[in-house]
Protein backbone atom coordinates (compact mmCIF):
# COMPACT_ATOMS: atom_id res chain seq x y z
CA UNK A 1 0.00 0.00 0.00
CA UNK A 2 1.75 3.29 -1.14
CA UNK A 3 0.29 7.01 0.13
CA UNK A 4 0.08 9.56 -2.57
CA UNK A 5 1.76 12.64 -1.90
CA UNK A 6 0.35 14.76 -3.91
CA UNK A 7 -2.93 13.62 -5.32
CA UNK A 8 -6.02 15.40 -3.93
CA UNK A 9 -8.89 11.98 -4.26
CA UNK A 10 -9.69 9.30 -6.18
CA UNK A 11 -12.02 9.91 -9.20
CA UNK A 12 -14.42 7.73 -7.83
CA UNK A 13 -15.85 9.53 -5.16
CA UNK A 14 -15.95 13.12 -5.53
CA UNK A 15 -18.67 14.38 -8.04
CA UNK A 16 -17.07 17.74 -8.68
CA UNK A 17 -14.26 19.01 -11.26
CA UNK A 18 -11.41 16.79 -9.96
CA UNK A 19 -13.80 13.78 -11.08
CA UNK A 20 -14.04 14.34 -14.70
CA UNK A 21 -11.33 12.27 -16.49
CA UNK A 22 -9.63 15.12 -17.80
CA UNK A 23 -5.76 14.75 -19.45
CA UNK A 24 -3.57 15.96 -16.94
CA UNK A 25 -3.03 20.20 -17.25
CA UNK A 26 0.15 21.44 -18.50
CA UNK A 27 2.25 22.84 -16.03
CA UNK A 28 3.60 26.65 -14.98
CA UNK A 29 6.93 26.90 -16.45
CA UNK A 30 7.27 29.21 -13.94
CA UNK A 31 9.61 27.63 -10.58
CA UNK A 32 7.14 29.65 -8.58
CA UNK A 33 3.99 29.49 -9.91
CA UNK A 34 1.27 31.44 -8.89
CA UNK A 35 -1.92 29.16 -10.17
CA UNK A 36 -3.51 32.09 -9.92
CA UNK A 37 -3.49 32.64 -14.41
CA UNK A 38 -5.57 31.48 -16.41
CA UNK A 39 -2.68 29.19 -17.88
CA UNK A 40 -1.96 27.92 -14.56
CA UNK A 41 -5.20 27.46 -12.54
CA UNK A 42 -7.78 24.59 -13.91
CA UNK A 43 -10.80 26.28 -12.44
CA UNK A 44 -13.36 28.20 -14.74
CA UNK A 45 -13.04 31.90 -14.55
CA UNK A 46 -15.35 32.82 -11.69
CA UNK A 47 -17.58 35.72 -14.34
CA UNK A 48 -18.62 32.74 -15.85
CA UNK A 49 -21.95 31.88 -15.25
CA UNK A 50 -22.10 29.13 -12.57
CA UNK A 51 -23.13 25.86 -14.95
CA UNK A 52 -25.33 23.72 -12.33
CA UNK A 53 -25.30 24.27 -8.92
CA UNK A 54 -25.76 20.66 -8.77
CA UNK A 55 -22.36 20.34 -8.57
CA UNK A 56 -21.39 21.97 -5.17
CA UNK A 57 -21.57 19.53 -2.52
CA UNK A 58 -22.55 20.98 0.92
CA UNK A 59 -21.73 18.35 3.61
CA UNK A 60 -23.19 18.16 7.28
CA UNK A 61 -21.32 17.86 10.45
CA UNK A 62 -23.44 17.24 13.77
CA UNK A 63 -19.72 17.06 15.45
CA UNK A 64 -20.72 13.62 16.43
CA UNK A 65 -21.71 11.71 13.61
CA UNK A 66 -19.81 13.14 10.53
CA UNK A 67 -20.04 11.38 7.68
CA UNK A 68 -18.25 13.39 4.88
CA UNK A 69 -19.89 14.03 1.20
CA UNK A 70 -19.72 10.19 0.48
CA UNK A 71 -19.10 7.03 1.65
CA UNK A 72 -15.38 6.40 1.06
CA UNK A 73 -14.65 9.37 2.72
CA UNK A 74 -16.42 7.78 6.08
CA UNK A 75 -14.92 4.61 5.71
CA UNK A 76 -11.12 5.97 5.10
CA UNK A 77 -12.22 8.24 8.38
CA UNK A 78 -13.11 5.47 10.01
CA UNK A 79 -10.29 3.43 9.43
CA UNK A 80 -7.32 6.19 9.49
CA UNK A 81 -6.18 4.91 12.87
CA UNK A 82 -5.70 1.55 11.24
CA UNK A 83 -3.98 3.79 7.69
CA UNK A 84 -2.25 5.79 9.78
CA UNK A 85 -0.41 3.03 11.57
CA UNK A 86 0.40 1.42 8.30
CA UNK A 87 2.00 4.28 7.08
CA UNK A 88 4.80 3.76 9.17
CA UNK A 89 6.04 1.39 6.43
CA UNK A 90 4.30 3.36 3.80
CA UNK A 91 7.33 6.02 3.83
CA UNK A 92 7.81 5.61 0.10
CA UNK A 93 5.95 8.15 -1.05
CA UNK A 94 4.63 8.05 -4.80
CA UNK A 95 6.10 10.87 -5.87
CA UNK A 96 5.01 10.33 -9.99
CA UNK A 97 1.25 10.62 -8.79
CA UNK A 98 -0.57 13.66 -10.78
CA UNK A 99 -1.94 15.99 -8.10
CA UNK A 100 -5.54 15.84 -8.82
CA UNK A 101 -5.72 12.10 -8.88
CA UNK A 102 -4.89 9.09 -6.87
CA UNK A 103 -4.79 5.90 -8.80
CA UNK A 104 -7.77 3.65 -8.36
CA UNK A 105 -7.83 1.66 -4.92
CA UNK A 106 -4.62 3.69 -3.20
CA UNK A 107 -4.82 4.84 -0.11
CA UNK A 108 -5.65 8.53 0.25
CA UNK A 109 -3.06 10.58 1.94
CA UNK A 110 -5.83 13.34 1.82
CA UNK A 111 -8.71 11.43 3.73
CA UNK A 112 -5.55 10.86 6.35
CA UNK A 113 -4.76 14.08 6.76
CA UNK A 114 -8.36 15.19 7.02
CA UNK A 115 -9.55 12.29 9.73
CA UNK A 116 -6.62 13.87 11.52
CA UNK A 117 -8.14 17.62 11.32
CA UNK A 118 -11.43 16.29 12.37
CA UNK A 119 -9.75 15.52 15.81
CA UNK A 120 -8.33 18.94 16.75
CA UNK A 121 -11.16 21.12 14.83
CA UNK A 122 -14.30 22.00 16.44
CA UNK A 123 -17.11 24.16 14.95
CA UNK A 124 -16.06 26.83 17.41
CA UNK A 125 -12.54 27.01 16.05
CA UNK A 126 -13.52 27.18 12.36
CA UNK A 127 -13.57 30.04 11.66
CA UNK A 128 -9.59 30.47 13.22
CA UNK A 129 -9.19 28.13 10.24
CA UNK A 130 -10.16 29.93 7.69
CA UNK A 131 -8.66 32.77 8.65
CA UNK A 132 -5.34 30.94 9.06
CA UNK A 133 -6.03 29.99 5.67
CA UNK A 134 -6.38 33.28 4.18
CA UNK A 135 -3.46 35.17 6.15
CA UNK A 136 -0.97 32.35 4.99
CA UNK A 137 -2.08 32.66 1.25
CA UNK A 138 -2.93 35.94 1.18
CA UNK A 139 0.32 37.71 1.20
CA UNK A 140 0.84 36.76 -2.25
CA UNK A 141 2.10 39.90 -4.72
CA UNK A 142 2.13 39.17 -8.19
CA UNK A 143 4.49 42.11 -8.81
CA UNK A 144 7.35 40.97 -6.62
CA UNK A 145 6.30 37.11 -7.14
CA UNK A 146 6.65 37.09 -3.23
CA UNK A 147 4.28 35.82 -0.13
CA UNK A 148 1.14 32.79 -0.74
CA UNK A 149 0.57 29.88 0.66
CA UNK A 150 3.50 28.31 2.03
CA UNK A 151 3.23 27.90 5.41
CA UNK A 152 5.08 31.19 6.34
CA UNK A 153 2.36 32.00 8.66
CA UNK A 154 3.82 29.93 11.24
CA UNK A 155 6.84 32.45 11.22
CA UNK A 156 4.80 35.39 11.30
CA UNK A 157 2.14 34.73 14.41
CA UNK A 158 3.44 37.92 16.24
CA UNK A 159 2.06 40.14 13.87
CA UNK A 160 -0.39 42.59 14.85
CA UNK A 161 -2.72 41.36 11.68
CA UNK A 162 -2.28 37.54 13.35
CA UNK A 163 -2.94 38.36 16.44
CA UNK A 164 -5.22 35.50 18.00
CA UNK A 165 -4.12 32.95 15.26
CA UNK A 166 -1.89 31.32 17.30
CA UNK A 167 -4.77 29.35 18.94
CA UNK A 168 -5.29 28.32 15.77
CA UNK A 169 -1.79 26.69 14.66
CA UNK A 170 -1.50 25.08 18.58
CA UNK A 171 -4.58 23.36 17.46
CA UNK A 172 -3.28 22.00 13.99
CA UNK A 173 0.06 21.56 14.91
CA UNK A 174 -1.53 18.59 17.17
CA UNK A 175 -2.28 17.00 13.83
CA UNK A 176 0.59 17.90 12.19
CA UNK A 177 2.91 16.16 15.39
CA UNK A 178 0.37 12.88 14.87
CA UNK A 179 0.77 13.10 10.72
CA UNK A 180 4.98 13.59 11.15
CA UNK A 181 4.88 10.60 13.36
CA UNK A 182 4.13 8.40 10.35
CA UNK A 183 5.12 10.36 7.08
CA UNK A 184 6.57 13.41 6.60
CA UNK A 185 4.76 14.68 3.35
CA UNK A 186 2.40 17.18 5.05
CA UNK A 187 3.75 20.46 4.72
CA UNK A 188 1.96 23.19 7.02
CA UNK A 189 0.92 25.17 3.70
CA UNK A 190 -1.07 21.68 3.18
CA UNK A 191 -2.77 20.99 6.06
CA UNK A 192 -3.79 24.91 6.65
CA UNK A 193 -5.56 24.90 3.73
CA UNK A 194 -7.12 21.03 4.04
CA UNK A 195 -8.08 22.81 8.12
CA UNK A 196 -9.84 25.96 6.15
CA UNK A 197 -11.54 23.59 3.77
CA UNK A 198 -12.68 21.44 6.67
CA UNK A 199 -14.04 24.21 8.65
CA UNK A 200 -16.18 25.47 5.92
CA UNK A 201 -17.08 21.63 5.59
CA UNK A 202 -17.35 21.42 9.13
CA UNK A 203 -20.09 24.46 9.63
CA UNK A 204 -22.19 23.15 6.81
CA UNK A 205 -20.61 24.48 3.95
CA UNK A 206 -19.55 23.19 0.72
CA UNK A 207 -16.72 20.14 0.50
CA UNK A 208 -13.61 21.86 -1.05
CA UNK A 209 -11.07 19.70 -2.33
CA UNK A 210 -7.56 20.70 -1.54
CA UNK A 211 -4.64 19.59 -3.32
CA UNK A 212 -1.73 18.47 -1.53
CA UNK A 213 2.16 19.04 -2.37
CA UNK A 214 2.91 22.29 -1.40
CA UNK A 215 6.51 23.23 0.07
CA UNK A 216 6.76 25.27 3.11
CA UNK A 217 9.17 28.29 3.17
CA UNK A 218 11.83 28.98 5.43
CA UNK A 219 11.54 32.62 5.92
CA UNK A 220 8.60 35.12 6.68
CA UNK A 221 6.83 36.67 3.65
CA UNK A 222 7.28 39.80 3.25
CA UNK A 223 5.20 42.68 5.88
CA UNK A 224 2.07 44.89 4.77
CA UNK A 225 0.38 42.84 2.32
CA UNK A 226 -2.52 41.32 3.32
CA UNK A 227 -5.39 44.15 2.87
CA UNK A 228 -6.05 46.31 6.06
CA UNK A 229 -9.77 46.49 7.46
CA UNK A 230 -9.66 50.00 6.92
CA UNK A 231 -9.62 49.77 2.64
CA UNK A 232 -12.30 51.34 0.79
CA UNK A 233 -13.76 49.64 -2.25
CA UNK A 234 -10.94 50.66 -4.78
CA UNK A 235 -7.96 49.32 -3.25
CA UNK A 236 -9.49 46.43 -1.47
CA UNK A 237 -10.38 45.50 -5.69
CA UNK A 238 -6.37 46.60 -6.44
CA UNK A 239 -4.99 44.53 -3.13
CA UNK A 240 -6.86 41.55 -4.73
CA UNK A 241 -6.26 42.50 -7.97
CA UNK A 242 -2.52 42.49 -6.92
CA UNK A 243 -2.56 38.82 -5.77
CA UNK A 244 -4.62 38.17 -9.14
CA UNK A 245 -7.88 38.13 -7.91
CA UNK A 246 -10.93 39.54 -9.72
CA UNK A 247 -13.61 41.78 -7.74
CA UNK A 248 -15.69 38.63 -7.54
CA UNK A 249 -13.45 36.63 -5.90
CA UNK A 250 -12.91 39.15 -3.29
CA UNK A 251 -16.34 39.40 -2.54
CA UNK A 252 -17.14 35.80 -2.71
CA UNK A 253 -13.93 35.27 -0.35
CA UNK A 254 -15.46 37.92 1.95
CA UNK A 255 -18.22 35.51 2.36
CA UNK A 256 -15.93 34.09 4.86
CA UNK A 257 -16.83 36.24 7.33
CA UNK A 258 -20.05 34.77 7.06
CA UNK A 259 -18.04 32.66 10.30
CA UNK A 260 -16.67 34.33 13.25
CA UNK A 261 -17.86 36.79 15.60
CA UNK A 262 -18.63 39.90 13.39
CA UNK A 263 -22.75 39.24 13.41
CA UNK A 264 -23.48 37.50 10.14
CA UNK A 265 -25.84 35.14 11.33
CA UNK A 266 -24.45 32.16 13.22
CA UNK A 267 -21.06 32.36 13.88
CA UNK A 268 -20.76 28.55 13.22
CA UNK A 269 -22.50 28.30 10.40
CA UNK A 270 -21.30 28.62 7.00
CA UNK A 271 -23.62 30.50 4.36
CA UNK A 272 -25.10 33.30 2.49
CA UNK A 273 -26.05 35.24 5.42
CA UNK A 274 -23.17 37.65 5.02
CA UNK A 275 -24.58 39.24 1.97
CA UNK A 276 -27.99 39.18 3.42
CA UNK A 277 -26.79 41.32 6.38
CA UNK A 278 -24.82 43.41 4.32
CA UNK A 279 -27.86 44.73 1.80
CA UNK A 280 -29.63 45.43 5.56
CA UNK A 281 -26.38 47.76 6.32
CA UNK A 282 -27.12 47.30 10.11
CA UNK A 283 -23.91 49.52 10.92
CA UNK A 284 -26.00 52.44 9.47
CA UNK A 285 -29.42 52.04 11.49
CA UNK A 286 -31.24 54.88 13.18
CA UNK A 287 -30.84 55.54 16.60
CA UNK A 288 -29.57 54.47 18.86
CA UNK A 289 -26.20 53.94 17.44
CA UNK A 290 -22.91 54.83 19.19
CA UNK A 291 -19.53 53.51 19.20
CA UNK A 292 -21.04 50.39 21.44
CA UNK A 293 -24.46 50.01 19.64
CA UNK A 294 -24.80 46.07 17.86
CA UNK A 295 -25.44 47.67 15.11
CA UNK A 296 -22.22 49.67 14.44
CA UNK A 297 -20.44 46.07 15.56
CA UNK A 298 -21.44 44.35 13.01
CA UNK A 299 -18.93 43.12 10.29
CA UNK A 300 -15.54 45.51 9.47
CA UNK A 301 -15.28 48.86 7.70
CA UNK A 302 -13.95 46.19 4.88
CA UNK A 303 -17.28 44.62 4.73
CA UNK A 304 -19.31 47.65 5.10
CA UNK A 305 -17.16 49.68 1.72
CA UNK A 306 -18.25 46.09 -0.10
CA UNK A 307 -22.03 47.24 -0.24
CA UNK A 308 -21.31 50.96 -1.78
CA UNK A 309 -19.50 49.68 -4.50
CA UNK A 310 -21.81 49.41 -7.61
CA UNK A 311 -19.78 46.38 -8.97
CA UNK A 312 -19.09 44.31 -5.82
CA UNK A 313 -22.90 44.87 -4.86
CA UNK A 314 -23.81 43.05 -8.03
CA UNK A 315 -22.32 39.68 -6.41
CA UNK A 316 -23.75 40.80 -3.11
CA UNK A 317 -27.02 40.79 -4.55
CA UNK A 318 -26.57 37.61 -6.66
CA UNK A 319 -24.93 35.63 -3.50
CA UNK A 320 -27.56 36.78 -1.06
CA UNK A 321 -30.18 35.87 -3.41
CA UNK A 322 -29.10 32.25 -4.62
CA UNK A 323 -26.60 30.16 -1.86
CA UNK A 324 -25.83 27.25 -3.91
CA UNK A 325 -24.20 29.98 -6.21
CA UNK A 326 -22.13 31.33 -3.38
CA UNK A 327 -21.02 27.97 -2.63
CA UNK A 328 -19.85 27.16 -5.88
CA UNK A 329 -17.58 29.87 -6.47
CA UNK A 330 -16.56 30.21 -2.99
CA UNK A 331 -15.11 26.55 -3.82
CA UNK A 332 -13.96 27.75 -6.64
CA UNK A 333 -12.32 30.77 -5.29
CA UNK A 334 -10.86 29.01 -2.35
CA UNK A 335 -9.15 26.46 -4.38
CA UNK A 336 -7.43 29.34 -5.74
CA UNK A 337 -6.48 31.20 -2.94
CA UNK A 338 -4.85 28.10 -1.64
CA UNK A 339 -2.68 27.29 -4.99
CA UNK A 340 -1.88 30.98 -4.62
CA UNK A 341 2.14 30.94 -4.88
CA UNK A 342 2.40 27.58 -3.55
CA UNK A 343 5.64 25.75 -4.57
CA UNK A 344 5.28 22.19 -5.34
CA UNK A 345 7.07 19.32 -4.23
CA UNK A 346 7.27 17.87 -7.85
CA UNK A 347 7.25 20.91 -9.47
C1 LIG B 1 -11.19 41.49 2.15
C2 LIG B 1 -10.21 41.69 3.00
C3 LIG B 1 -10.26 41.20 4.41
C4 LIG B 1 -10.04 41.93 5.53
C5 LIG B 1 -9.67 43.39 5.57
C6 LIG B 1 -10.22 41.06 6.66
C7 LIG B 1 -10.07 41.44 7.98
C8 LIG B 1 -10.56 40.71 9.05
C9 LIG B 1 -10.64 41.18 10.41
C10 LIG B 1 -10.17 42.56 10.89
C11 LIG B 1 -11.20 40.22 11.14
C12 LIG B 1 -11.54 40.26 12.63
C13 LIG B 1 -10.45 39.62 13.41
C14 LIG B 1 -10.79 39.65 14.87
O1 LIG B 1 -11.92 39.38 15.27
O2 LIG B 1 -9.89 39.94 15.63
C15 LIG B 1 -11.48 39.12 10.26
C16 LIG B 1 -12.06 37.94 10.65
C17 LIG B 1 -12.15 36.85 9.83
N1 LIG B 1 -11.70 36.74 8.53
FE1 LIG B 1 -11.16 38.29 7.38
N2 LIG B 1 -10.55 39.83 6.22
C18 LIG B 1 -10.58 39.86 4.85
C19 LIG B 1 -10.82 38.78 4.01
C20 LIG B 1 -10.96 37.49 4.46
C21 LIG B 1 -10.91 36.32 3.61
C22 LIG B 1 -10.67 36.35 2.10
C23 LIG B 1 -11.11 35.24 4.42
C24 LIG B 1 -11.11 33.78 4.08
C25 LIG B 1 -11.29 33.28 2.87
C26 LIG B 1 -11.31 35.74 5.76
C27 LIG B 1 -11.62 34.98 6.85
C28 LIG B 1 -11.95 35.49 8.09
C29 LIG B 1 -12.63 34.74 9.14
C30 LIG B 1 -13.13 33.31 9.03
C31 LIG B 1 -12.75 35.59 10.22
C32 LIG B 1 -13.37 35.28 11.58
C33 LIG B 1 -12.28 34.87 12.52
C34 LIG B 1 -12.75 34.57 13.92
O3 LIG B 1 -13.82 35.02 14.33
O4 LIG B 1 -11.99 33.86 14.63
N3 LIG B 1 -11.17 37.09 5.74
N4 LIG B 1 -11.06 39.43 9.00
Same mark, same amino acid.
Given at each position: ??? #???????????????? @??????? +??? +?????????????????? &???????????????????????? @???? =?????? =? =????????????????? *???? *?????? &???????? +????????????????????????????????????????????????? @??? $???????? *??????????????????? #???????????????????????PDPEGKLPEETLGAADLKKSFSEKGFTTQELVVLSGAH?????????????????????????????????????????????????? *????? =??????????????????? $????????????????
Amino acid at each position: MTL #SSTAAFTGRFLPCDAT @RAEPRRP +RCP +RVRCCRALPECFDGERLE &TPSSSSGSSSSSSWDGSSYRGPYG @RRAF =LASTAP =L =LLSLGASSRSLNSNASP *EYAP *EGETDL &TSIVRAEL +RKVLSKAKAAGALRLAFHDAGTFDMNDNTGGMNGSIILELDRPENAGLN @RSV $KALGKAKS *ELDKVQDSVSWADLIAAAG #SEAVALCGGPFIPVQFGRVDASSPDPEGKLPEETLGAADLKKSFSEKGFTTQELVVLSGAHTLGGKGFGSPVIFDNAYYKVLLERPWAAAPPTGPSSMSTMIGIQSDHALV *EDTEC =LRWINIYAADQERFFDDFK $KAYIKLVNTGASWRDA
